[in-house]
């Protein structure tokens, strides 16, 4: 294949199993990496020496400029997740002023095609247990996270551009979970589990297996299909189910003990005071208990139509895999 491929976000979860399915279909792949980034361990360095790797940011529009040449086709996975107050400036300058700059480069460059990885936040969030499809209209209310609102934000941004002739897709992946650094992210929740959670919450919400999400990623960019948006969700389960399907995983005693919206409430509230004094991220966040609670499945019938003979991983059977090699590095800097 002589297209090459350009990855932003290339050393965070999703974007090094997206460069890992480029590159076994044998995509020339170009990725960039932010300078205080660490490679991602749990991709082979067989895999990653095939890349291209370039340092730079894509708040710097000169940048991503040299970083588009000899360019065919953009991958957009580079984003801040955070439900922390204090990385809102952050996540909001990188979600939506970054999605602008790769965008609008993408179109002086004529790049060929452009996919962006989005979120099922962006389309909105439910407490009354609502289904959210493509159809779903964004909605301000005060179930949305900020983060909601920057990938809010920054699809416009992309919409905006194939208004202006960029052939571009997006997807909107629920909760990504596999296989990954269990201190950051969605893998946090394995971490959690492993070390003996006794809590759950109430409520329901859609969720999808990291490589699922590299392989749709990289089959919808093989396609024509432009002006579009896909849900990408294997299962909509409660969080309860969740954790003790992981908690099963790692031959850990089920959560027993259901919080409820006030504990929540008293919980992030001390969680804040603690990391005022300690300097450390708060473990759970207003906006974090906010997303506990609700209560949101996503259907995913059109993505399945589209891709003839895409399966998505059974939830179950993704958590088992991953909960193994989770089990596997931790042997191995034990022993």
């Not at 000169?62 to 400036?89: C, G, Y």
């Not at 179109?107 to 247990?129: D, H, P």
């Not at 990291?210 to 849900?231: G, K, N, P, S, Y």
């Not at 207003?286 to 609700?294: L, P």
Request: hydrophobic share 40%; proline share 3%; charged share 25%.
């Amino acid at each position: 294949m002589s297209s090459k491929v350009l990855v932003t976000g290339g050393t965070g979860f999703l974007g090094a199993y997206i460069i890992k399915e480029l590159v076994e279909k044998g995509y020339a792949v170009k990725a960039i990496r932010r300078e205080r980034s660490r490679m991602p361990f749990y991709i082979s360095s067989s895999i990653l020496e095939k890349v291209e790797w370039i340092e730079g940011d894509i708040l710097d529009v000169i940048f991503l400029e040299e970083a588009m040449e000899d360019v065919d086709t953009v991958i957009h996975s580079a984003a801040v997740v955070s439900f922390s107050p204090k990385n809102r400036h952050e996540m909001y300058q990188v979600n939506v002023e970054g999605t602008a700059n790769v965008v609008n480069i993408a179109l002086e460059q004529n790049i060929r095609r452009l996919v962006y990885i989005s979120s099922v936040a962006a389309l909105g969030r439910t407490l009354q247990g609502q289904s959210v499809s493509e159809m779903s209209k964004w909605e301000n209310n005060k179930s949305n996270t900020h983060y909601a609102k920057s990938k809010h934000k920054a699809e416009l941004e992309v919409w905006r551009a194939i208004g202006e002739g960029l052939d571009a897709v997006i997807l909107n992946p629920a909760t990504i979970l596999g296989y990954g650094d269990w201190n950051t992210g969605s893998s946090a929740i394995f971490k959690s589990v492993y070390k003996g959670f006794d809590w759950y919450s109430p409520g329901k919400n859609g969720f999808v297996a990291v490589e699922d999400v590299a392989r749709a990623t990289v089959l919808l960019m093989e396609t024509d299909i432009t002006e579009q948006r896909f849900i990408i969700a294997g299962d909509n389960w409660t969080f309860k189910q969740l954790l003790d399907t992981m908690a099963e995983g790692f031959g850990r005693p089920h959560p027993k003990k259901q919080t409820t919206p006030s504990m929540m409430g008293i919980a992030w509230r001390w969680e804040k005071i603690k990391s005022f004094f300690t300097g450390h991220s708060p473990v759970l966040t207003k906006e974090s208990a906010k997303v506990a609670h609700s209560n949101t499945t996503f259907e995913n019938a059109k993505i399945l139509q589209t891709l003839q003979g895409f399966r998505f991983t059974p939830l179950n059977e993704a958590i088992d895999h991953a909960c193994k090699k989770y089990l596997a590095q931790v042997s191995s800097k034990t022993n």
